[in-house]
């Protein structure tokens, strides 16, 4: 049975599904790619910013991030505070979250967009399986049972089947890459809040410096 011959017995609801796959698809390799990006040196990058803030060396680590911050997301978000002049450390706190919120809503990019066609897909399947029913049904009387007529209703029925099968395999192929997706999504947000935490304890401790006040480690906010 070749392709065309699928979409025949499958039903009208065949080319929807193919839409969906299509989209399913496009959303998929476009979310790979950024990801491959994203994810390149991107430890590398972090242990960088953070060596030179530990030195003291704020215009470098934010020269650094500066570099990356057109092609990776941590690049982005760590050069949002670095950027400023001087700010207290509430403005670098707060700037630091925003720019966080950002970047986390650009990784969800194409969520949306698969969950839809997790969700549409095996319904289509089982609408184009009751369309197959009905009219594989037909006209069928009783007496056609066991006769070469009932065999073309059996076929039928079969035949029909082949939409839900297709839904329910774009649904899953779509559902694995969602899965994968989030995940890589948490370990960013994990990164972010690690990053951010020493990145702005680091920042603390050189203002309280400027300012000539010890830290008290355990309650960083102290100093405001």
């Given at each position: ?16 599904l193919f839409a969906l796959s299509v989209l399913s698809l496009a959303t ?17 990058l972090v242990a960088s910013v953070l060596a030179a803030s530990a030195n ?157 006040k010890p830290l008290d480690r355990d309650n960083p906010d102290a100093i405001?």
């Amino acid at each position: 049975m070749d392709v065309r011959d699928l979409f025949e017995k499958g039903g009208t609801t065949m080319w929807p599904l193919f839409a969906l796959s299509v989209l399913s698809l496009a959303t998929i390799l476009e979310r790979l790619w950024f990801w491959f990006k994203t994810l390149r040196k991107e430890e590398e990058l972090v242990a960088s910013v953070l060596a030179a803030s530990a030195n003291n060396e704020w215009d470098t680590a934010a020269q650094i991030a500066k570099q990356e911050r057109n092609r990776k997301p941590i690049g982005r978000f760590l050069y949002e505070p670095l950027k400023r002049t001087n700010p207290d450390p509430e403005t670098f706190k707060l700037a630091l979250e925003a720019s966080a919120e950002e970047e986390i809503a650009t990784m969800r990019k194409g969520d949306k967009m698969l969950e839809s066609i997790i969700a549409l897909a095996p319904l289509l399947g089982l609408l184009g399986t009751v369309l197959g029913l009905i009219r594989s049904l037909n006209g069928v009387k009783l007496t056609d049972l066991g006769t070469t007529a009932g065999g073309n209703v059996t076929l039928g029925i079969s035949e029909s089947l082949i939409s839900t099968a297709t839904g329910m395999i774009v649904a899953i192929f779509s559902l694995a890459f969602y899965r994968l997706f989030q995940g890589l999504i948490f370990g960013q947000i994990k990164l972010f809040r690690g990053a951010g935490n020493q990145l702005e304890l680091l920042y603390r401790e050189h203002w309280l410096n400027l300012k000539g006040k010890p830290l008290d480690r355990d309650n960083p906010d102290a100093i405001l």
